[in-house]
């Protein structure tokens, strides 16, 4: 059976989670997006920003998984596909990304906690999640 990379950077960070959603999936590590920022519209967001970087999880992913994904993710209504190549293992990786409707605010506190556990699961920088929810709580108070 063929499997799939796919980059995590929300709730899909959390192992537990991910065991639940999608039990035939494999932590691989970590990847760095460039060029991307996180970002909170309520869940997890990426936007392109010049410059920037988010520390991601990657997974092996089945084509069943990647249903559930989907299904978990609201696709594509809620978030669309993109995909990058992870030039290290010669492969292409899947990621989400919200669609444009959506503006920025920030997290409830146990999706937030649910993400921590996730960039604990993964030793991910927990600075690109504190300036995350910070931006989202500052545009929340200037709009």
Not at 86 to 93: F, G, P
Not at 97 to 107: E, Q
Request: proline share 4%.
């Amino acid at each position: 059976m063929k499997k799939e990379l796919y980059i995590a950077y929300g709730a899909n960070t959390n192992k537990q989670a991910m065991k639940i959603r999608c039990p035939k999936a494999t932590p691989m590590g970590t990847f760095t997006l460039k060029n991307f920022a996180l970002c909170f519209s309520g869940v997890a967001n990426i936007k392109e920003s010049l410059g920037s970087k988010v520390v991601c999880s990657l997974w092996e992913i089945t084509k069943e998984c990647e249903r559930q994904l989907d299904i978990f993710e609201g696709f594509p209504s809620l978030y669309i596909k993109k995909y990058i190549k992870v030039e290290h293992l010669n492969r292409t990786a899947m990621f989400y990304i919200m669609a444009d409707k959506y503006k920025d605010h920030p997290p409830s506190q146990s999706y937030l906690r649910l993400i921590e556990s996730g960039y604990h699961d993964f030793n991910l920088p927990m600075y690109q999640l504190d300036r995350a929810v910070g931006n989202s709580l500052m545009k929340t108070v200037h709009d």
